[in-house]
């Protein structure tokens, strides 16, 4: 019999086999963005686009292989230790993967307005009204100490829309349990060559260029999961 103190360091073994396993099929890639880096002009400047993607996004796929290929070494070895050790840089470098990933399809250069169909009947159910969700949504992301994203996420247990936030390139699903649907980024590499140190516009602009229909078709999407 397993102690109590063993199953779980079992149970990290056992799921850094597989996540290793799926490693040796493919690495992950940076993704195109589906618009040129000046397309969120005015809003986002084509500089910091580029820099965001090319620099910040990219070194994130980089280091999430580099942190994969190691976690695959420790688990040939059945290393515990390095196994373990390795979880930080796996949920940074991997947060910062996933939550880029989506950033860059909510956003649009036709974007803005208010969101339509399901969505905007969920956002009036659940918070009253769009413009009470916005208020909502920006004070969690521009309250965030340090670097983090603040997110309208779905509830799979309850069925509804809640606002959170998360630190440093912690992914949301896996932190709170709620689908990620649109995050605001708010690490100052998104919007400081622009905005200086003024998060508050960079937030209340950030609505100017929201992809409402992808956001949209995120939470459909989410709903045909459960």
Excluded at 91 to 110: A, Q, R
Excluded at 175 to 181: A, D
Aim: aromatic share 8%; net charge neutral.
């Amino acid at each position: 019999m397993l102690s109590s103190k063993a199953a779980p360091l079992t149970r990290l073994v056992s799921k850094a086999r597989q996540l290793t396993s799926s490693c040796q099929r493919s690495k992950h890639t940076l993704p195109d963005l589906p618009y040129a880096y000046d397309a969120l002009a005015p809003v986002v400047s084509a500089d910091i686009m580029e820099i965001h993607h090319k620099k910040h996004h990219a070194t994130y796929v980089n280091n999430l292989n580099a942190t994969e290929e190691k976690l695959a070494a420790a688990v040939a070895e059945n290393n515990v230790s390095q196994i373990i050790s390795l979880q930080p840089a796996l949920k940074f470098n991997g947060g910062g993967h996933i939550n880029h990933s989506i950033f860059w399809e909510v956003l649009s250069p036709t974007g803005g307005g208010v969101p339509k169909g399901d969505l905007m009947e969920l956002i009036k159910d659940n918070f009253g009204s769009f413009d009470a969700m916005k208020g909502e949504l920006t004070a969690a992301s521009v309250g965030i100490q340090g670097s983090g994203w603040g997110w309208l996420g779905w509830n799979p247990v309850s069925g509804r829309l809640r606002i959170s936030s998360c630190a440093n390139q912690d992914p949301l699903q896996p932190t709170t349990g709620l689908v990620p649907l649109f995050g605001i980024d708010v690490w100052e590499h998104a919007y400081y060559l622009q905005y200086k140190n003024v998060r508050p516009d960079y937030v209340k602009a950030i609505f100017d260029i929201a992809n409402w229909e992808e956001v949209g078709n995120r939470l459909a999407n989410a709903r045909m999961s459960t």
